[in-house]
């Protein structure tokens, strides 16, 4: 089983930045692939970004390329997302996602989830 919390989220205006994180316990977070997901309020959950499980590959959503980063640190068991440029479309509960399948897993919804973190980006 593998537990994972997000945090980092806030009110913030557009244009500034967040970083989210998301620690994981146990001791396969290593083997995992990793990623972030959102959903606004009235949408579907939608997929945000991925890592593979050393971080040599990243994947993301068309809407956030160029201003999301997600990267990770094995030691600490932490998955982060530093999101540049926020937009009020932004908006939305962000949830971290973990997947022994790969990125595949991940972008599938197949895995393990958060609770999420709200992330409000003000107009």
């Known amino acids: 089983q593998v537990q994972l919390v997000e945090s980092g989220g806030g009110l913030v205006q557009a244009g500034d930045s967040l970083r989210l994180s998301c620690s994981t316990s146990g001791r396969t977070f290593s083997s995992y692939a990793m990623g972030w997901f959102r959903q606004a309020p009235g949408k579907e959950r939608e997929f945000v970004a991925a890592i593979t499980w050393s971080g040599s590959s990243t994947k993301y959503a068309d809407s956030v390329k160029g201003r999301f980063t997600i990267s990770r640190e094995n030691p600490r068991n932490t998955v982060y997302l530093q999101m540049n440029s926020l937009k009020p479309e932004d908006t939305a509960v962000y949830y971290c996602?973990?997947?022994?399948?790969?990125?595949?897993?991940?972008?599938?919804?197949?895995?393990?989830w958060g609770q999420g973190t709200q992330v409000t980006v003000s107009s």
């Open positions: 996602a973990a997947d022994p399948q790969g990125v595949d897993g991940v972008v599938a919804g197949t895995g393990y």
